[in-house]
Structures are given as structure tokens and as C-alpha cells.
RNA sequence: GGCCCCUUCGUCUAGCGGCCUAGGAUGCCACCCUUUCAAGGUGGAGACACGGGUUCGAGUCCCGUAGGGGCUACCA
């Protein structure tokens, strides 16, 4: 007997293939991750695959990169092999219906052949299911089998008693056995139920800790009887808090993305979403991380490898969360703020392609320290950024409305514009810091803030009301493109006046 | 309905009987900085669901109430 605390940790995530993957079983799964990596053990993935109804084809390969992207690495699953394969339940029924079928021999569990309708009736009458086959005679069984009935295998709960389940994160949890039912183990079409699978499967690879949501806490004691009545050693068992909508009402579900609390914004809850979104891997970590667990120290932002050496489920939260979606934007500028410059470049650059741009790397890396404190996700780089990329060429002088700045006219701003020009070009070093020193003595000496006149020149150049600051714009753009837009503008002023 | 779980600022959370006149973060507001937008800095409003116990002492332990969540399938 191997006592479960002195096993190797083995964790694992057991999605069912049914589509894209949903935030909330990936942080379930992530801090199954974070337990296994931890305490060196092994994170496995399962594809529990037992409802041939609900499967949706081309999921496996989403639920890989979900993980994949957030840089939980697998040690084996699916796509990696491992020696206690294979990892989709559906290629392992034989196993299932061997252990049924011996369950049944050991008077454990039974066949039983209500029909769906009958089975509705019972429903109706509030009760569900009145184990009217849990004695059924054996030649009578023998006899329905032989007609060619369907029936499936239901397990012989307790009729009395209690059940005490340990859990984890919340301690003993005490159910009395007689609000179970008896539960299906193998449906009729041969394929196993979760109770029955699951228990199967994390005794043959060696599961040591099952980490799942709290929504299976009610079956924990339904799970616990099917394991003393294999005769096996139960792993240990965390119930995790899941996510809730960011009212706070109900599960977190993909549906009801509008939420007034997210100020209207589609809030992301699938994993292509965040990616599209244009977060960055480690900000969602870091965000999923801190719910429902934190760092301590007060610390809030932490890389993924910091958080797995203080990891721990015995100070995970007990209750549910809001799904706080408004901090990932905040996580998300941090991180950008950090970023090497090099990822920044990888991230942004197909961005501004997609955006249309053809984008000069050497460029990119100019812009770039513009861009660092001015973006929450890489999603506004093409907003923000997009002009230094664009047809210089083909640049367009921005309406007077963009133009003129606050507490400026038509007048002034045109003055202000012409008067900078030869200011400009006499400058040798075109540098920020030399057009600044330059062009603030200019506005003293013309009686105006230097907001008045920066602005102007801002607006002249990069043709936007939100933009990079004026001067390294200018820089990146040079003297020449940078007056020549100067000039655009004037004309664009002088057009615009009836 | 029955059963189970949960309950600290709007939200994510710290707190594991005295260190709490309850800390951090986000969001919000104000001010500073300032060349738009940001970023940054400073400050502010903002919570122990309620009622009983236990104890010298309760956010922290117990019970109840209320509220929230979940389960109650031949779905997971």
C-alpha cells in the first residue's frame, strides 16, 4: 500500500473535447500544472471523450495550443505518448467494461434495463431513478440479456450511512449516502460515464492528486464508494473554485459576454479570444494565477516560475470568483512595459502586417520604445503606430479639426506651424532632444505654451489625435518627411478656410 | 424542493484569537508631472452579510438566518 502523500505527483487536466477551450477549465487545469510542476511530478492531459454526442472534432488540437501558448508543458497526453496510454478515453473502453463487468461479478454494481421513458416517469415523480433492478433476480437478468435488451450498469450505492471525503483544500466533507443514487458507471452504447471513467483512468496512470472544479464535489462520495469497491488507493482529491461572470451571477459561460461591469467591452473567455485580443501568454498566467490564489507579499505581478515555487493548494481560496477581467488590461500594459524589445518586435510585427503595413524591423525597434507605455494590448500598436509604417509618400495632411489644439485657432496654429519650419531646419542634430530645446525657445520667444506648439506639430506630423510624442516622432521620421508634413498641414489649414 | 460548498472594499485578495483605528491590487475620484494619449508619483472614497453564542478578547472558533454558487442525466 502506497500511502497517496508519499507517491510521485502525478496531475492531470481531463477536458472533454467538446470545442474551444473555456477560461475556467484552463485554470483548472493550470493549477493542476502549477501543483504538479511544484513538487516535480508529471502533469498528464486526458481527452475524456465518452460523450460521442458532445464531441467536436478538431478539439484536441485547440486544447493543445491553449496550453501550449501559456507555456504549460505536458509530460504525457495525446499528442506525447507516455507508457500509460493511450490518453483518450475513447480508445480504452475494453478497460472500462473489464472493470464494470468485474464490479458486477462482485455484486458491486448491476445491469439494469429501465428504458429513457421510464426513466423520465421516475424523474416526474421527483425521486429519480427507485433502483428497481439493484435486486433483480439473476435468471430474470439472464433472460432480458437474452432478448437482446438494453441495459446499462449502475453502481450499488450504500443505502445508508455517510461518507467522508477529504478534500483537500476545504478538509473533511461529510454525505449522507442515501441522497446518492445509483449512479450509471457504463451506459448502454458500451461507453463509460465520467464516475466510472475517471476513476479507472487516474488508477491505471498513476494519478496521485485530482485537481477538478467544485462542481464535482457533490459525486465525491458517489467516486470514493466506486474506489473501495475496486479495492484501490484513492489518490487525493482538491476541489477547485471556478470562475463566475463578472456580475457574479452564475458560472462564467461564453454566452453572456456583455457584461455593464466590463463596460460593455466583449469580455474574452475563450483561449484564441486572449490571444486575439492581443494579451500577452504571461499576463494571462499572471492573472489566472492570482485568482483564487495569490503570491503573498502583497506582490501582484510574478512570472510563472516564481508562482510555481510558492505554490500550494492549501491556501487556495474557498470561494468563487468574479471573473476580473478589467486587471488583465492593467497585467497586460505591465507586461508590455517589461517586454525585451525583441519579443515586442516579434509580437507587433505581424500585427501592423495584418494591419496592412509593410514593416521595417529596424523601424519597429525605433518605435518601439515610443510604444511601450502607450499600449494595453499589442492589438493598438496599428492605431497608435501604424503611420510610421505606412506609404510616407502618400501621407495625407490631417483636417484643420485635428490640427488645431486646444486653446489654439486657425490663425495661431497656421502661425505657429510656419513659424517653426526654418526653426527646424536649421537645426544639424535632428535628435528629440535638440528639436525640443530648439522648438521650446521658438514658442517662448512667439509667447506660446509649449503644449500649444508641440501639439500643432504633433498632430501636423503624425495626422493623429492620439499619437507618439512629437519630437521622437519627428526624430524616427526624419527632417525632411517631418517638414515636408509641416508643410502639408498649412496647406491642409489654408484649404480648410471659406 | 433535497443535498453539498461558499460569504472581508464594486472586483481580485491579505488576514489562520490579541500585531486590525482590517493590508495590497484593480477600478473610480482628485492633485502633481506633462507635448496629445499613456506611463509614473501623491492622496481620497470604499469591506469583515446579519443574529446569537464561546472567550478576558472574534474578521479570525461554533450555531442559526440571509444571500450566492453547484449537484440532483445512459453530460462531463
Known sequence: MTSPSTRPVR??????????????????????????????????????????????????????????????????????????????????????????????????????????????????????????????????????????????????????????????????????????????????????????????????????????????????????????????????????????????????????????EADGKNVPVLMHEFIDAGYLPGAVMNFLTNIGWNYGDDVEIFSTAQAIKRFDLKNVSLANSAYPIAKLDWLNSQYIQRAPADELCRLLKPILEAAGYAVDEKRLRQVIPLLRVRLKSTRDVAPMAGFFFADWASFEAPSADILIQRKMNRDSTADVLRGAMPVLQELESFSHDAQHSAVAAYAKTIGYKNGQVFGSLRAAVTGQKVSPPTFETMEILGKKESLRRVKLALQSISDSET
Open 11 to 260: 496531475t492531470r487536466y481531463a477536458p472533454s473535447p467538446t470545442g474551444p477551450q473555456h477560461i475556467g477549465g484552463i485554470h483548472t487545469a493550470l493549477f493542476a500544472w502549477l501543483y504538479a510542476r511544484r513538487h516535480g511530478g508529471q502533469f498528464i492531459l486526458r481527452i475524456e471523450d465518452t460523450d460521442q454526442k458532445r464531441s467536436v472534432p478538431g478539439s484536441v488540437d485547440l486544447i493543445l495550443q491553449a496550453l501550449d501558448w501559456l507555456g504549460m508543458d505536458i509530460d504525457e497526453g495525446p499528442r506525447e505518448g507516455g507508457e500509460f496510454g493511450p490518453y483518450v478515453q475513447s480508445e480504452r473502453l475494453a478497460l472500462y467494461q473489464t472493470w464494470a463487468a468485474e464490479l458486477v461479478e462482485r455484486g458491486r454494481a448491476y445491469k439494469c434495463f429501465a428504458t429513457p421513458e421510464e426513466l423520465a416517469e421516475m424523474r416526474k415523480l421527483g425521486a429519480g431513478y427507485d433502483r428497481r433492478y439493484r435486486d433483480f433476480p439473476a435468471d430474470r437478468v439472464s433472460e432480458l440479456e437474452a432478448q437482446g435488451l438494453p441495459f446499462v450498469i449502475r453502481f450499488k450505492m450504500p443505502l445508508g450511512g455517510v461518507t467522508i471525503g477529504d478534500d483537500m483544500i476545504r478538509g473533511p466533507v461529510e454525505f449522507d449516502n442515501e441522497q446518492l443514487q445509483d449512479a450509471v458507471l457504463l451506459k448502454s452504447d458500451g461507453y463509460p460515464t465520467y464516475h466510472l471513467a475517471h476513476i479507472v483512468d487516474d488508477h491505471h496512470m498513476r494519478i496521485s492528486h485530482v485537481i477538478r472544479a467544485i462542481e464535482w464535489l457533490p459525486s465525491f462520495p458517489l467516486h470514493i464508494q466506486i474506489w473501495r469497491a475496486l479495492g484501490w488507493n484513492m489518490p487525493q482529491y482538491a476541489h477547485l473554485p471556478v470562475l463566475l461572470n463578472p456580475n457574479g451571477k452564475g458560472k462564467l459561460s461564453k454566452r453572456k459576454q456583455q457584461f455593464a
